[in-house]
Structure formats: structure tokens, C-alpha cells
């Protein structure tokens, strides 16, 4: 599969980061779905990071409501 250059017009591969008749560096869908799947990292960290504060918070309370009842 061929797309064109942007830039200078000329038929390319669609994979291409450079393109080969201009020297222009090229968008590639691979950035875009990379930088995607980062987004979903961080994302699910910060969710896994807010349950362990959670969990670790319902301990704390839990713990300290033992030692309040002795
Ligand atoms: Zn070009």
C-alpha cells in the first residue's frame, strides 16, 4: 500500500518516516497509536495508584478504629 507525500506530492510507502524524494519527516500512524497506548499506561496507573491510596486509607481507618474500641 502507496500513499503520497504531503509535502512534495510523490508516491511513497505508507510505513515511510522519511519521505525519499524530499527528505521530510512524515506523520506515521505507528507515533499516533504509540503515543495512544501511553496515554491508556498513564492512565491506568494513576487508577491503580488512586485503588492503593483507597485501600490503604480503608486500612488505616479500620485499624484505628480497632485500637479506639480497646
Ligand atoms: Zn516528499
Known amino acids: 500500500m502507496r ?12 510505513d515511510a518516516s522519511i ?9 506515521s500512524s ?4 504509540l503515543s495512544f497506548a501511553t496515554t491508556l499506561l498513564l492512565l ?3 487508577v491503580s495508584t488512586g485503588i492503593a491510596v483507597g485501600l490503604l486509607w480503608g486500612y488505616y481507618a479500620e485499624t484505628r478504629l480497632w ?3 480497646t
Open 44 to 46: 491506568g496507573a494513576m
Open 30 to 33: 505507528n507515533d499516533n497509536s
Open 19 to 27: 519521505c525519499p524524494h524530499c527528505q521530510q519527516k512524515l506523520e
Open 3 to 14: 500513499i503520497r507525500c504531503p509535502y512534495c506530492r510523490e508516491k511513497i510507502r505508507k
Open 67 to 69: 485500637h479506639d474500641e
